[in-house]
């Protein structure tokens, strides 16, 4: 299983990046996927997930509103659609996939547990100037 993060990049507080996660050797109707991102100093924390068999996503307080998760089985690729973004919001995004307790978290709207996920990806930098 691999998975691929990109779309990282520098954007000015008030704008827009979108993350792609490209998948491979899995089926996204078989995971969750988890964005999570880790900022300097700080602890790797759940932004959102979904599980694409049922749709059901999860996003974190800090981005409801702001940040749109959403996957393309055709293209094995989960985006996530950041907009008004704060810098608060700068951190390094990594991509994950797991199976059952990961799912379970996202329909329990529970935040995601780093131990759910099985599979990693690299990680995509995100830098919010102000």
């Known amino acids: 299983v691999q998975l691929q993060a990109s779309g990282g990049g520098l954007a000015q507080a008030g704008g827009s990046l979108r993350l792609s996660c490209a998948a491979s050797?899995?089926?996204?109707?078989?995971?969750?996927i988890g964005w999570f991102r880790q900022a300097p100093g700080k602890e790797r924390e759940g932004v959102s997930c979904?599980?694409?068999?049922?749709?059901?996503?999860y996003y974190a307080d800090s981005v409801k509103g702001r940040f749109t998760i959403s996957s393309d089985n055709a293209k094995n690729t989960v985006y996530l659609q950041m907009n008004s973004l704060k810098p608060e919001d700068t951190a390094v995004y990594y991509c994950?996939?797991?199976?059952?307790?990961?799912?379970?978290?996202?329909?329990?709207?529970?935040?995601?547990?780093?131990?759910?996920?099985?599979?990693w990806g690299n990680g995509t930098l995100v830098t919010v100037s102000s």
């Open positions: 994950a996939a797991g199976r059952y307790a990961a799912i379970a978290d996202i329909v329990r709207k529970t935040p995601p547990s780093r131990v759910h996920y099985d599979y």
């Open positions: 050797q899995l089926h996204l109707d078989d995971y969750a």
């Open positions: 979904i599980d694409s068999s049922s749709g059901s996503k």
